[in-house]
């Protein structure tokens, strides 16, 4: 069993009332002004579009495959 599916079980049996608890905290260490997903503008898009493919021509980058392979791996999906 996977952590996930170790943790999800776990969940699964705690009454309502402890399942909020666990919610508001961890709600503590994500604060609603936190958020790293901002909007950005066109400019910003664009910029962070230019970084990549300067990175990929300068072979700064990772197959894909191999990443997606590395977290399955590591959490067991």
Known sequence: ???LE??????????????LKIQAFIRLFFPETSNPFTPLTEEE??????????HAEEG???DA???SANVRAKYGL
């Open 65 to 67: 495959r191999q990443v």
């Open 45 to 54: 898009i664009y910029a962070q579009l230019g970084r990549s493919r300067k």
């Open 6 to 19: 170790a943790t999800v079980s776990m969940l699964e049996q705690l009454p309502e009332r402890d399942l």
């Open 1 to 3: 069993m996977s952590t």
């Open 60 to 62: 700064k980058l990772k």
